[in-house]
């Protein structure tokens, strides 16, 4: 079975995940672990672990339990006491933590009760900070206050060194292809590679390196972003290996809801300008809308990705 190693975090990956883990592959999902927003920032400042948001919700889209526990994991509270707005899962990610030691064998025990399809591994065990050099030249801390900020982003780097979990670099030893998923470019793909070590795991490797890039732009991240400069930003962040497949959406969406987006998100459909693109491109009708948002056809989205898998 052959080894893919997918990069990310948020909802982009998660999405991705979903279809991914319907074809027989062996699936490592390395999730970012800087998000410092709502639930996970309390978490994250009462008992100084690393960020459990995203990996909640890629546990979730690889769990093969029934969809109700889904609902639970992904539950948040509305009270007002302290547990107001914190998620079910986040709370047993961070019991996990507390009770195994860390952060990784706590992942590790709750994917046997979710009985998950895939390895979920943090990027960090560390309380990592993301900060962000603007275009002004102001220094933006903390991956919320970065997301927010209407300035340019320069560069992204963590306040200080994190070490990465050693199961991430070998994952990247053993992949057949590693996969930059769909999903917030700066906060969730870039911090995947600010570390010497994964960067040069990734050189010495002979996995094909994809890039699934999205559907629409991003305010403050992305904003008039054709899918060439996204495959420029990631480049300039790897080593000597650079992407060698992209796949971009080529399907038209819907004027009324790119109008909606528009307006009331300040996002726009991101285009393909192929003849920018240096390296293999790969194009589809990957448009479906779930209410009324869009979204990836992830089982035709993955199928194209297991079909390039057994090329290589």
Known sequence: MKKVTVFGGGTGM???????????????????????GRST?????????????????VMISLATTEPLMEKILDYRFSTCSDLNEHAVGNLLLTAGSQVTGNLSDGITAISKVLNLKGKVIPFSEDNVTLAAKMEDGSIVIGESEITKSPLKIKKVYYEKKAKVCDAVLDSIKESDLIIFSMGSLYTS???????????????KSNAKIM????????????????VSEHIKVINSYLGKRKIDIVIANSGKIDPEIAEKYATEEQKDPILVDSDNIKCELKTGNYVTIEDNMIR?????????????????
Do not use: W
């Open 211 to 226: 890039y699934v890039c999205n559907m629409m732009s991003q305010p403050g991240e992305t904003d008039n972003f054709k």
């Open 41 to 57: 920032g309390k978490l994250r400042k009462e008992f100084n672990i690393p960020a459990m948001g995203d990996i909640r919700k």
């Open 14 to 36: 998660s999405t991705l995940l979903r279809g991914l883990k319907e074809f027989p592959v062996d699936l490592r999902a390395v999730v970012s672990v800087c998000d410092d």
């Open 296 to 312: 990836h056809n992830v089982i035709k989205l993955s199928l194209d990705i297991f079909s390039y898998l057994l090329d290589i």
């Open 189 to 203: 793909i870039i911090p995947n590679l600010l570390s010497k070590d994964v960067i040069n795991e990734i050189d």
